[in-house]
C-alpha cells in the first residue's frame, strides 16, 4: 500500500521563523466566538442561585405581629423605628429572599397593605414575618 504521505511523516513540526509560536491559551481564543454553548455558563450560575421558599406563617405568629402593628399604629406620629423581615420574591425564579432591615415608618396604608418608611422602599405587609419596635 502506497501512503501519500510516507516522504514527511517523519519530519520535524516547522517552526515559525518571523515570529513566536501561538500560545496554546492563544489558539483556543480564536475559536470562542464559535463555542456552540454560548451562555450555558450564565444559565447554569442562574440555576444554582440559591433562593428561599416563603414561609407561611401560623395563627400565634399572625396574631403576635398584629399585636406589633396595633402599637405600630398606636405610635405613628412619632415615626417609631423598626426593625422588620420580609420576604422579597425572587424576578428570574421561583422563590426568593428573607431581608431584614431597620427603619423609621411614615405609615401604614393598610387599603394597599404597605408599610412606608421615611426612607426606602415600602414592604408589603403580606410578606412581613418579623417585626419589632426598637424606640
Same mark, same amino acid.
Given at each position: 500500500m502506497n501512503d501519500s504521505y510516507?516522504?514527511?511523516?517523519h519530519l520535524p513540526h516547522p517552526d515559525p521563523v518571523n515570529? +513566536?509560536?501561538?500560545?496554546?491559551? @492563544?489558539?483556543?481564543?480564536?475559536?470562542a466566538?464559535?463555542? *456552540? /454553548?454560548?451562555?450555558?455558563d450564565a444559565?447554569?450560575?442562574?440555576?444554582?442561585?440559591?433562593?428561599?421558599? +416563603?414561609?407561611?406563617?401560623?395563627? @400565634?405568629?399572625?396574631?403576635?405581629l398584629n399585636r406589633t402593628? *396595633? /402599637?405600630?399604629?398606636?405610635?405613628?406620629h412619632e415615626h417609631?423605628?423598626?426593625q422588620v423581615t420580609?420576604?422579597?420574591?425572587?424576578a428570574r425564579k421561583a422563590g426568593g429572599v428573607y431581608k431584614t432591615s431597620t427603619a423609621s415608618i411614615k405609615?401604614?396604608?393598610?387599603?394597599?397593605?404597605?408599610?412606608?418608611?421615611?426612607?426606602g422602599a415600602v414592604i408589603p405587609i403580606p410578606s412581613i414575618i418579623d417585626l419589632r419596635l426598637i424606640d
Open positions: 510516507d516522504d514527511i511523516i515570529r +513566536q509560536r501561538m500560545s496554546m491559551m @492563544a489558539r483556543a481564543a480564536q475559536f466566538p464559535f463555542a *456552540a /454553548l454560548t451562555g450555558y444559565a447554569i450560575a442562574e440555576t444554582g442561585r440559591y433562593t428561599d421558599q +416563603q414561609i407561611e406563617l401560623g395563627d @400565634a405568629d399572625i396574631e403576635e402593628f *396595633a /402599637l405600630l399604629q398606636e405610635r405613628l417609631p423605628t423598626v420580609h420576604f422579597e420574591p425572587d405609615r401604614l396604608d393598610m387599603d394597599n397593605q404597605l408599610l412606608v418608611p421615611l426612607e
